[in-house]
């Protein structure tokens, strides 16, 4: 074999890390992660390191045990016994050569991770030949040989429970993981870098997408000719350098869905047999899962084999250099490629391991696909892999809720559409007009494909960068893919196989009756055409007609109450995540980082909102009278829900966001934005409190909805332990902003105007919430919200609609007015000392100058803390003539000092002529607040600025 030197570096790097491990007297185990790029050579370095450390420790006595996934121990074990053929020092076995059930000295056993996490496995449960795998381990163990395991394509399975569990009985003395792609480096990281590889000649430079002209593309077929053509271009280069080397072309297609009118592969299968390719001829090799056609020995270089088509099995372990193109056929979903770097990387290899420099064509790789979007992802785990785990911390659970929590068991006719759907869609496309609305005269459907983009790190998550792009055609076959998975995303929220059914035989009996049109093809294509809006026009009428769905009768459904409810032992997570720091009270912890795990969504987006990452913030430097805070999820019965009922008779789970203990109490917790007043909101907020009237607690137990306006009274009153005196402004908000919906609404339906559909949601819970009100302890806020006018209403909304925090100050209207206030522009605040929160404060300005007439780049803060005042000498930068800033304001001042005054109170010295405007924000004691702040600077505004032009009705006590 060709001597690589990057090759001879690692393999020495491997061994003698591995000897250093092993020799170490203070571990007992220990691993290494053998990062190595697909095509490198990494099976020939591991074999090479595992020879070397048998000759450098004479001492020891190895048992080897290699894992792979699927049958790619198989492909191992032969590569191995290839290069142990000359030296022989180390024998390559599988379970059924073991002696006396025993892997003896310099043998190594190759398995796979099915055949062991198989419940029923020979390797997992006790049988007549003694296979299981932990006899083996113990006899191996117990001649005294050393046990070292390999896990080859250890991204897919080492993180796995019961692929732990199994890594637990074995007990090896060292782990030697050995990927392209790891997930977690928890061991010693032994990296080669990609570009060595490449400088080498062993695979390819660059990967190209698309890198034709748009001209020569119409529809998905042209893009397949696209990679044809390239493949004979190949073809001709390798015959100009007298080279046997015939091009592959790789055609990956996807799994064959239920609603599929023919499988994936035919609609290659034919359009290749136009093309004279076939299996017939030797031209077309199959490898799917029952037909492997022509598959044998299409790895040679010279095979007659010009295109093979294959689904998955091909991702790992095959190797095939001469592959040069890879087409991707349509995904089902949407136009969005996510692609992992184990299926780039059977185009990547160089067929003699060099580049050619005369014919540079030979040295890229190139991927054809009818996408607008293109990334290279590593290959994420599957459905039953947990990427991440979150413990509970014992340290700090001495302490347990005493709560209960419920979780409601749908009937069938909830959870799934049923015949009588049919019904109301055509009730709803009637109503909706649907007939006149659309456009039958649809011939075809266009999207747009980029073109032209070059990956030069393919080890790398990264977004292509196109050049051009077309319009071209889709096909019957991909319309009929996007009209099924239009339908499966559209019963949501409805269990989606027998659902998606039922829509379909609605929409064609709807066509049939209405339109006398019965071909699928001719629905199909008018539903998702955006002709005349059609596909939007549809998602209407669907949407209208489950909400007429939803208000059939149904049976009751059923709650289940779990009495003893306590944190999850632990959770996993099968999603890309976050770290939160800091957040050493969070009762789930990841188990290494020692911190708290968040979700995040397909896009990276995390699961936790702004109101709530700026909670955890709060929750963190709290006393120590919080003892632990909990994230609650969301679904799952192993998550905290209490259920609550709707006026429609229906029950549903709420799941609080957060569940807090402190020494003598828990408390419930939702975040919401401070504009979030939606209806669904105030169904909670009851929830909430019937839920503490029914618990049966010898423990204090609190439930609030909190929002970012509420967290600074909220911890404070925390910290003194005085949340008996506490009152959750948001709900205070809510509550009104309710009641001014009530008026507006029935104002409404008195002059008959309809109302509109998040009218109707609000209409709905007003029964409710005029019970909740007349039971409400707080005399004061009763009689404000009994107190509230149309006029006020229509304020309050008003304001929630244009985003201006002033929900909590509107009430009656007083005789006071003032003008827009002109300011000098730009308009600069310096704040000094300490405030409650810098990011609350800019925002709550923002609002508070959009509604005098102030743009956001026409005024400007800055912040000076205790810690600044103490080291620098401010006094000069906000002396008249020598400052930026129009106004100073005074926030909670440590000492009443700053550098170069250290004696002097720091009001006594602005008060001198010399310094522009103060103003007193805060007592000494407490820090500045946004509702503190905007209370002076408005009294100094009013005073210094006011103006009588465009005159507006605001309370007193706010402007």
């Keep these: 074999m060709k001597e690589i030197p990057y090759q001879k570096d690692y393999i020495s790097k491997l061994a003698n890390t591995a000897k250093e491990l092993i020799t170490d007297e203070y571990r007992d185990s220990a691993t290494i992660v053998f990062k190595a790029p697909t095509g490198s050579g990494k099976t020939y370095m591991v074999s090479q390191a595992l020879s070397q450390m048998v000759k450098d420790n004479p001492d020891f006595a190895f048992s080897f045990i290699w894992i792979s996934v699927n049958n790619l121990h198989e492909q191992s074990l032969n590569s191995l016994s290839r290069y142990f053929e000359d030296e022989r020092l180390l024998e390559c076995i599988t379970n059924m050569d073991l002696n006396d059930n025993t892997i003896e000295q310099n043998q190594i056993m190759f398995i796979n991770w099915e055949s062991i996490n198989k419940e029923n496995s020979l390797f997992r449960v006790d049988n007549e030949q003694n296979w299981n795998l932990q006899s083996v381990v113990e006899n191996t163990k117990d001649i005294g040989n050393t046990i070292v395991l390999l896990i080859d394509e250890s991204h897919r399975n080492a993180s796995t429970d019961k692929s732990k569990e199994l890594i637990d009985i074995i007990s090896p003395r060292l782990i030697i993981e050995v990927t392209a792609t790891p997930k977690n480096t928890s061991g010693t990281l032994i990296d080669i870098p990609l570009r060595r590889v490449i400088d080498e000649g062993m695979i390819k430079k660059e990967v190209h997408i698309n890198d034709e002209k748009p001209s020569s593309i119409k529809n998905n077929e042209d893009i397949l000719t696209m990679a044809l053509r390239k493949r004979i271009q190949l ?35 034919g359009f290749l047999s136009e093309q004279g390719l076939t299996v017939q001829n030797g031209k077309v090799a199959l490898w799917l899962s029952e037909d492997h056609r022509n598959k044998e020995e299409v790895e040679l270089n010279s095979s007659p084999v010009d295109v093979l088509i294959f689904k998955e099995a091909i991702a790992l372990g095959w190797d095939c250099p001469r592959a040069s193109i890879l087409f991707l056929q349509r995904e089902w979903n949407n136009e969005r490629y996510e692609f992992n770097i184990q299926t780039l990387g059977r185009i990547m290899r160089m067929p003699e391991q060099t580049h050619y420099d005369d014919k540079p064509e030979l040295n890229y790789g190139y991927v054809y696909t009818a996408s607008d979007n293109f990334t290279i992802v590593e290959d994420l785990a599957k459905d039953y892999v947990s990427q991440q785990r979150l413990t509970i911390d014992h340290d700090i659970y ?450 508070y100058f959009a509604k005098i007439g102030v743009s956001t780049t026409e005024w400007d803060v800055d912040f ?86 465009e005159l507006c009705v605001i309370k007193n006590n706010i402007f």
């Design 235 to 269: 073809q001709t280069a390798y015959r100009s350098l007298g080279k046997d080397i015939n091009p592959l072309l790789l055609v990956q297609i996807p799994n064959k869905r239920p609603n599929d009118v023919i499988n994936p592969e035919d609609e290659i299968i």
């Design 398 to 847: 001495s302490s347990r809720p005493k709560l209960f929590s419920e979780h409601i068991r749908r009937k069938r006719e909830l959870t799934r559409l049923s015949g009588d759907f049919k019904t109301v869609f055509f009730q709803a496309a009637q109503e909706y007009e649907l007939k006149d609305k659309i456009n039958c005269d649809v011939t075809q459907i266009s999207k747009t494909i980029k073109l032209d983009a070059i990956f030069s790190e393919v080890d790398k998550e990264q977004a292509a960068k196109f050049k051009d792009k077309k319009q071209i055609v889709r096909s019957k076959v991909e319309i009929q893919s996007m009209y099924d998975g239009f339908l499966r995303k559209m019963v949501n929220p409805y269990e989606i196989s027998r659902s998606q059914s039922i829509l379909k035989t609605a929409i064609r009996s709807w066509f049939k009756n209405v339109l006398n049109i019965a071909d699928d093809d001719v629905i199909q294509l008018i539903v998702m055409s955006s002709s005349q809006n059609n596909n939007a026009h549809f998602k209407q009428v669907i949407e209208e007609a489950k909400g007429l769905y939803k208000n059939l009768p149904t049976k009751k459904d059923e709650i289940t109450k779990n009495e003893n409810w306590e944190v999850p032992n632990s959770v996993d997570i099968f999603s890309n995540c976050e770290e939160v720091r800091p957040s050493a009270k969070s009762i789930l912890k990841q188990e290494d980082t020692g911190c708290f795990i968040a979700k995040k969504d397909k896009n990276g987006k995390t699961e936790l909102s702004t109101p709530e990452k700026t909670f955890i913030s709060n929750l963190e430097e709290a006393d120590d009278y919080l003892q632990w805070w909990y994230k609650n999820g969301k679904s799952e019965s192993k998550y905290f829900c209490i259920a609550y009922q709707k006026e429609d008779g229906f029950y549903y789970g709420f799941f609080p966001d957060f569940i807090l203990k402190t020494k003598k109490e828990t408390i419930i917790i939702e975040i919401k934005d401070d504009k979030d007043f939606k209806a669904d909101n105030y169904y909670k907020l009851l929830a909430g409190k019937q839920y503490l009237e029914r618990l049966e607690s010898e423990e204090k137990v609190r439930f609030y909805i909190l929002s970012p306006n509420c967290y600074y009274d909220f911890f404070k009153k925390l910290n003194d332990m005085d949340l008996d005196n506490y009152e959750s402004i948001y709900e205070h908000n809510l509550r009104k902003f309710i009641k001014s919906q009530q008026l507006q609404i029935q104002d409404k339906m008195k002059s008959n105007e309809k109302l509109t559909k998040l009218e109707e949601e609000y209409r709905e819970l007003f029964e409710e919430y005029d019970k909740s009100v007349s039971a409400l302890d707080d005399e004061k806020q009763k009689r404000e919200l009994l107190e509230l006018d149309l006029e006020e209403a229509r304020i309050i909304i008003e304001q929630y609609k244009t985003n201006l925090d002033v929900l909590s100050n509107v009430s009656k209207p007083s005789t006071n007015t003032i003008g827009k206030i002109g300011i000098d522009s730009p308009f600069h605040i310096c704040i000094l000392g300490e405030v409650s929160n810098q990011s609350q404060i800019r925002y709550e300005l923002n609002s």
């Design 864 to 949: 000076i803390s205790n810690t600044k005042l103490e080291n620098a000498n401010i006094y000069k930068s906000l002396q008249k003539g020598q400052t930026k800033y129009d106004l100073i304001v005074i926030g909670q001042i440590h000492h009443h000092s700053g550098k170069g005054n250290q004696k002097a109170n720091i009001i006594s010295e602005l008060k001198k002529e010399k310094y522009i405007p103060f103003i007193v924000g805060s007592s000494p004691k407490d820090v500045l607040t946004p509702d503190k702040l905007i209370e002076q600077l408005n009294k100094y505004l009013l005073d210094n600025f006011k103006q009588t032009i």
